[in-house]
């Protein structure tokens, strides 16, 4: 018996037909059939969805395409605006206006030199004041007390001629000084701030070779020096 030869045709219509017969359908990543397994090429590898390109270890149901992670971005990091302060500068405060110290008090100075050519001195060879004397002193103290000076001292100095012995001339000068500051004393003078003494006929201020001279010389000086508070 001869054997037939199949028509060549019909061969390849029955591998067209079993080809047609696996539909493909693509993923985002492999190829499946039409029932949702994954299509293998020659080397039983999944055929990859870019043309044979990687696989998979086993074929089975396509994998499940990963879902897509939305990105999301950080929000920006927003820096805080810094908080300027103010820069408050102190007032400073108002120096106060130094005080002028009060002046000093000037000191006030009286004097009076009582003498025998102005006619106020004392009797002859006397410590005993005249009339004339005590009027001129009542004066001084009457000006020392309305000036408001407060003394802070009192010279009381007697002077004589040169006639007569210089022992008793001294003697003299200072008997006829104390007569003044005791009288000083009882017209309101502090006799405690009183310097009282006598030089007799060493310190003449005229010539005592004339009488006008000599009575010049026959004197008390009385110089009272103080001072007076000035308010503002």
């Given at each position: 018996?001869?054997?037939?030869?199949?028509?060549?045709?019909?061969?390849?219509?029955?591998?067209?037909v079993?080809?047609?017969?696996?539909?493909?359908?693509?993923?985002?990543?492999?190829?499946?059939?039409?029932?949702?397994?994954?299509?293998?090429?020659?080397s039983?590898?999944?055929?990859?969805?870019?043309?044979?390109?990687?696989?998979l270890?086993?074929?089975?149901?396509?994998?499940?395409?990963e879902?897509?992670?939305?990105?999301?971005?950080?929000?920006?990091?927003?820096?805080?605006?810094?908080?300027?302060?103010?820069?408050?500068?102190?007032?400073?405060?108002?120096?106060?206006?130094?005080?002028?110290?009060?002046?000093?008090?000037?000191?006030?100075?009286?004097?009076?030199?009582?003498?025998?050519?102005?006619?106020?001195?004392?009797?002859?060879?006397s410590?005993?004041?005249?009339?004339?004397?005590?009027?001129?002193?009542?004066?001084?103290?009457?000006?020392?007390?309305?000036?408001?000076v407060?003394?802070?001292?009192i010279?009381?100095?007697?002077?004589?001629?040169?006639?007569?012995?210089?022992?008793?001339?001294?003697?003299?000068?200072?008997?006829?000084?104390?007569?003044?500051?005791?009288?000083?004393?009882?017209?309101?003078?502090?006799?405690?701030?009183?310097?009282?003494?006598?030089m007799?006929?060493?310190?003449p201020?005229?010539?005592?070779?004339?009488?006008?001279?000599?009575?010049?010389?026959?004197?008390v000086?009385?110089?009272?020096?103080?001072?007076?508070?000035?308010?503002?």
């Amino acid at each position: 018996m001869k054997n037939k030869k199949i028509p060549t045709i019909s061969l390849v219509a029955l591998l067209t037909v079993s080809f047609s017969s696996v539909a493909l359908a693509g993923n985002d990543t492999y190829w499946t059939s039409s029932n949702g397994n994954a299509l293998k090429d020659g080397s039983g590898q999944c055929v990859h969805g870019a043309l044979g390109e990687g696989g998979l270890e086993a074929c089975g149901a396509a994998p499940a395409p990963e879902p897509v992670k939305e990105v999301i971005a950080p929000p920006p990091i927003v820096k805080p605006t810094p908080v300027i302060k103010p820069v408050i500068k102190p007032v400073p405060k108002p120096k106060p206006k130094p005080i002028a110290p009060p002046p000093k008090p000037k000191p006030q100075t009286f004097v009076l030199n009582l003498n025998e050519s102005k006619g106020a001195n004392f009797g002859f060879d006397s410590a005993k004041l005249s009339a004339k004397s005590m009027g001129e002193l009542d004066q001084l103290a009457n000006r020392v007390r309305t000036s408001r000076v407060t003394p802070s001292s009192i010279s009381v100095i007697g002077h004589t001629d040169s006639i007569g012995k210089t022992s008793y001339n001294q003697k003299l000068s200072v008997q006829r000084a104390q007569s003044v500051a005791n009288y000083l004393s009882t017209k309101g003078m502090n006799r405690g701030i009183m310097r009282v003494n006598g030089m007799g006929e060493t310190r003449p201020v005229a010539s005592n070779k004339t009488k006008p001279g000599r009575a010049q010389n026959r004197r008390v000086e009385i110089r009272v020096t103080g001072s007076r508070t000035v308010t503002r």
